[in-house]
């Protein structure tokens, strides 16, 4: 019957190591109409326990995210289910081979689970265990009891965990990941099927039932398959975390580099880059400058403390960028010192946004332990070709001017930084104490 199936190329027939331990009754018959060669096993072995052993020393190496021992331990099971059958293919080897190559879908779905954590996921951890346990026991249990009667049992075992695990990978989290986990369930699905119709193929050759060991090989080669592919998906996973993970630094990173931490407007090297791009964009001289701070700053600071201090800070940022249009600049010059560059407009429209700031800040003020907040401005009209630098020079000779005068209002400068023309100054809000 042997030599009519398979002829001279059955190694597996020829090969002392599988018969031996298989010379007694069914199991006789069962090796005889395995549907593979011991090198095949062999081979299959070897391939899983490459993709295991790659995807650990990958992971040794690096920040291993939950979900990856998962994936080992479903790697490294399947690998030893796939030597149990190659190595020694005694009775007890082959009973505990099926529970060691069905596993793979469910403790690999338990370990997206874990990776996922934050995601929903349909069904519950528990009941993957629990189908588990129970599929792993009857395989089990079916092959070393009534050997030659385990084949459907141990087949249906492996369609219920497959199908059960790649639906539920199907309907897991959608998003960037969901591609890699979708591959997976459908390799799965596939895979659920393999053992099936290996046992029908053989059914039908032999005109008889088949033995277990006739989904044997298949079992062995379609955990293999998916092993690798476990492997690639398990990889593609990590590498995409990571990939995020690093996206992220990089915004906080950006982010910590150009925002003030305490108010949330521009710092002032970031303020000087956007001003600078804004001026070669623009008209030469269309754009006003301003340069302001709280008045007696530091008086808030000594009689109510540092933390009321930073409080005031962040209402003047916040009652900036109320009034700010999208194409204007803001930021924090250091200090109580904030500096807006307003496009396209002259000092006199200038003005009247400091005005409306103001009247903004106190409004925000009013509801606080803060006392009434005054600001003083000084503003230029830039001049064709004048960089932020040398115009907030001469910003800051005008709001030195608004501090003589008084504080708490706006003073515009023209001219040049040597000889300075100062307007009228325009009083704004409530005079400080
Ligand atoms: N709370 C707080 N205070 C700061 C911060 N940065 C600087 N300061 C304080 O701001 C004060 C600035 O005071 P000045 O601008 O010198 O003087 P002023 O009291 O505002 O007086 P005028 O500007 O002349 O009206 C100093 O006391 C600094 O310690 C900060 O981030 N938080």
């Known amino acids: 019957m042997v030599t009519k199936r398979f002829g001279r190329r059955s190694k597996a027939l020829q090969c002392t190591s599988l018969r031996k331990p298989l010379q007694r009754g069914g199991l006789n018959t069962m090796a005889a109409t395995m549907p593979a060669s011991i090198d095949l096993l062999l081979f299959a072995t070897v391939a899983q326990a490459a993709a295991a052993a790659s995807l650990t020393a990958f992971g040794l190496r690096r920040d291993r995210h939950p979900g990856w021992w998962w994936w080992l331990a479903a790697m490294w099971l ?20 099926p529970p060691l190559l069905l596993q793979w879908p469910l403790v690999t779905l338990m370990g997206l689970r874990r990776f996922h954590a934050r995601q929903h996921w349909p069904g519950h951890w528990g009941v993957d265990a629990t189908l588990l346990a129970v599929a792993s026991l009857v395989a089990w249990a079916v092959g070393l009891l009534t050997p030659e009667h385990a084949t459907w049992p141990v087949v249906v075992c492996g369609l219920a965990v497959h199908l059960y695990a790649a639906a539920v990978m199907f309907n ?4 960037s990941e969901a591609t ?12 659920a099927f393999a053992p099936g119709l290996a046992v029908l193929g053989t059914d039908l050759a032999t005109q008889a039932p088949a033995p277990p060991l006739a989904a044997h090989a298949a079992r062995v080669l379609a955990a293999t398959l998916g092993a690798i592919v476990l492997a690639f998906v398990a990889l593609t996973l990590l590498f995409e975390r990571t990939e995020r993970q690093l996206r992220e630094s990089r915004r906080r990173l950006r982010l910590l580099a150009n925002v003030d931490a305490l108010t949330q407007v521009p710092n002032r090297r970031r303020f000087n880059e956007l001003a600078t791009q804004a001026l070669r964009a623009d008209p030469p001289g269309s754009a006003v400058l301003l340069l302001f701070d709280i008045d007696h700053f530091k008086q808030i600071n000594d009689r109510l403390g540092h933390p009321a201090g930073d409080r005031a800070l962040c209402l003047v940022a916040g009652s900036v960028l109320e009034h700010l249009r999208a194409m204007d600049a803001a930021g924090r010059h250091g200090g109580d010192e904030f500096v807006l560059l307003l496009r396209r407009t002259n000092t ?25 907040l005054s600001l003083s401005f000084g503003l230029v009209q830039l001049r064709g070709g004048e960089d932020i630098d040398a ?40 005079m400080p104490a």
């Open 348 to 372: 006199q429209h200038a003005m009247g946004v400091a005005a409306r700031i103001v009247a903004e800040l106190q409004k925000r003020t009013q509801n606080t332990p803060l006392p009434p």
């Open 172 to 175: 897991g989290p959608a998003g």
């Open 180 to 191: 890699p986990v979708h591959f997976l369930g459908g390799t799965v699905a596939l895979l």
């Open 391 to 430: 115009a907030l020079r001469r910003a800051d000779q005008a709001l030195y001017e608004a501090k003589r005068q008084g504080r708490s209002r706006a003073v515009a400068a023209s001219g040049d930084e040597d000889q300075p023309v100062f307007s009228e100054s325009r009083p704004l809000g409530l």
């Open 78 to 97: 399947t690998t030893a289910g796939a030597a149990c059958a190659a190595l020694a293919p005694g009775p007890w080897a082959l009973s505990l081979a």
